[in-house]
C-alpha cells in the first residue's frame, strides 16, 4: 500500500483560502487515483474531490463545486486541494486517500484503500 502524509491545515477566516498537500510514499504515486475526504466532529467522513492518476479527470462534491480546486504533481508525489473561499461548515478534518484504480466515478469511503492521519481545518465566522 501506499503511505500517506497530509500537512496544510489550520486557523482561517470565513473567505479565506488555504491550499492542503498530501505527499505518498511506498508504492508508484502515478498508478493511483487520488481523493479527499473531510469529516467534522459528530458526522460521517464525506467525500469532497478526486483526480485520475494524470489529472484529466477530476469530481467534486456539490458542496464544494466553484471553491476547491484538487490537482497532482507525480513527478512530486503529491496532490493537492485547494480550498477557497471557506465557510464555517468546511470546519473538518481532512482526510487524502488512495484509490487503486486510476479512474473513478463515486464517492464512497470504503473503495479507498490508503488513508493519510489528516489535518484539520478549522474556519471561523
Known amino acids: 500500500q501506499v503511505q500517506l502524509v497530509e500537512s496544510g491545515g489550520g486557523l482561517v477566516q470565513a473567505g479565506g483560502s488555504l491550499k492542503l498537500s498530501c505527499v505518498a510514499s511506498?508504492?508508484?504515486?502515478?498508478?493511483?487515483?487520488m481523493g479527499w475526504f473531510r469529516q467534522a466532529p459528530g458526522k460521517e467522513r464525506e467525500f469532497v474531490a478526486f483526480?485520475?492518476?494524470?489529472?484529466?479527470?477530476?469530481s467534486y462534491a456539490d458542496s464544494v463545486k466553484g471553491r476547491f480546486t484538487i490537482s497532482r504533481d507525480n513527478a512530486k508525489n503529491t496532490v493537492y486541494l485547494q480550498m477557497n473561499s471557506l465557510k464555517p461548515e468546511d470546519t473538518a478534518v481532512y482526510y487524502c486517500?488512495?484509490?487503486?484504480?486510476?479512474?473513478?466515478?463515486?464517492?464512497?469511503?470504503?473503495?479507498?484503500?490508503?488513508w493519510g492521519q489528516g489535518t484539520q481545518v478549522t474556519v471561523s465566522s
Open positions: 486517500a488512495a484509490h487503486q484504480s486510476k479512474y473513478y466515478g463515486g464517492s464512497s469511503s470504503a473503495d479507498f484503500s490508503s
Open positions: 483526480i485520475s492518476w494524470r489529472g484529466d479527470s477530476t
Open positions: 511506498g508504492r508508484t504515486f502515478s498508478n493511483y487515483g
